[in-house]
Every structure is written in C-alpha cells, then in structure tokens.
C-alpha cells in the first residue's frame, strides 16, 4: 500500500490464480441449494404434476429434436431418500455440456447470480456428476 498526500492511496489485492467468477443459476433441491453454471443452461421449464409424471415415466424430455435424460438432483448426489416437493409448477432445466445432455429436476429456482469458483478439495474429487471436479 501506498499514500501520497492530495493524490489518494493505491494498494494491490493478489489473488490466487485458482480463483473464478462465473454466472450461475441458483437452485434448490431438498434442503441443500446449488449454483449451475449459466453457459451449460439450454432452457428453463415450468411443468405441470401431470406432465412431470409423464416425463419420468418415459425417462427423459424431449426438446428441438434432442432428448435429455431426466434426473432428480438429490438422487444424482446419492440421496436415494429424498422426494421432490409437490407443486402446481416444478422445475427442470434443460442442460448441454458438449454433447452430453440432461434434463435436471429441482425443487425451486432461486435466480442469478456470480459466484466465486475454487479449486475443489481432495476429499470431492472421485465425485464426477460435480462439474468442474477432477474424477480421481
């Protein structure tokens, strides 16, 4: 830091070079919320309870062509137990990374926002459903 009288004062901010800001959308599933990264959203959709059964009887949802397996989030992160809540719209988004595709089921949305990304610890590597994490 440094200061000159009249001119102000200037000062460096060093970060780690394993630090990121990102644009994430915000969800919830369960009682645990989660930011999904905002480049790998292809569509948000609003489904109807008898709509949502339909598409997890056939296992996947359909959009311009393309199908997007359906997965629950919880379960995906090994919740087994976990229910979705019951409501008169349910979301899903619809995501692209690559060529791979999924159509993700969550309990609410919770908006916007930038977010911080880190080099994730040891102990959540060999988790490969955890974008951005190296498996093993």
Known sequence: MSSEPDKGASF???LPLTLAVMKALMVRAGNESYAIPSVM???VQ????????????KGH????GRQYPLHYLPRLLGDQERTPDNKPYNAILLLRSGEQRMALHLDELLGNKEVVVKTSAYSLRGY?????????
């Open 46 to 57: 609003q489904i109807k309870p008898d709509n949502l059964v339909e598409l997890y009887r």
């Open 12 to 14: 460096a901010i060093y």
């Open 41 to 43: 959203v292809e569509q």
């Open 128 to 136: 490969p459903v955890l974008r951005g994490n190296r498996a093993g």
């Open 61 to 64: 949802a359909d959009w311009q």
